[in-house]
């Protein structure tokens, strides 16, 4: 009998793909002064790239005044910017979950033309979002969205520690030795130390098993090279937490918004 993976953690209440509600705070004062490029990046109405292309096409203004300079530093709060006449007003930040497909790039293009985690918002009235950490392609489960950019980036800090939960499906049983093994750690060959904060079995079948991993930073494809060196593969990987966060049981492909209390959760450990 095939083993089936385990339901994810908790019982959040799910909107479809297609809803347009979003969890909004008013933009806090920011004060220092970013390139133009930056500003139009933080102020939601593209990414820092595209904002660099906008300038130099000569179709922002500041103050009223055309500027093709994308490294012009100003401040937000107190510059008003334009773009092809129309006030760029500050944004609502919006705060979201998705619980990502395998197979979608977790990117807002791909140079190989593959299908991003953007697929999963077609249609929705949502301002310029940005994947809050990443899930490699094969990778499936608990994915945050945010057009806040300095709430992103306490969140993705090495130095905030913030755990995060795995459930992870291996084609071998596991034992202690193995358990303690990825615990212990190892040095890849490029010099990154790979360590899980905790491991634990779920189930365990003929073939294969489920394990739970925690960890307390992410290195790219950490629990996959981890597991690979100790000759292990892995067949799924799901992230069903983020701190105290949980997916619950929001469908593959849907997101949702964030809660208050949810909010505040990301920010207690």
Known sequence: MKNRPPRPLGKLVSHPASSTRVSTVTQPDTGAKVSLA??????????????????????????????????????????????????VLAPQFVYLMLNKPRGLITSASDEKGRETV????????????????????????????????????????????????????????????????MQR?????????????KVSILRSGDKNAWLEITLDEGKNRHIRRLLEAHGVNTLRLIRVAIGRLELGELAKGEWRELSADELRLLHNK
């Not at 190892?186 to 904060?197: E, F, H, I, Q």
């Open 38 to 87: 930056r500003a139009l990046s933080k102020l939601g109405v593209c990414s820092r790239t595209e904002g660099e292309k906008l300038v130099r096409s000569g179709a922002v203004a500041v103050n009223g005044q055309p500027c093709s300079d994308a490294e012009q530093r100003i401040n937000i709060e107190r510059d008003q910017l334009s773009v092809n006449g129309q006030p």
């Open 118 to 181: 953007f697929s999963c918002f077609a249609n929705a009235k949502l301002p310029h979002l940005g994947p809050v950490g990443r899930l490699d392609k094969a990778s499936e489960g608990l994915l945050l969205f945010s057009n806040d950019t300095r709430w992103a980036a306490r969140l993705t800090d090495p130095a905030s520690h913030l755990d995060k939960i795995y459930h992870v499906q291996i084609d071998q049983q596991p034992g202690e030795a193995l358990l303690t093994a």
């Open 185 to 197: 750690g190892v040095t890849s060959d490029d010099g990154t130390r790979l360590a899980a904060k």
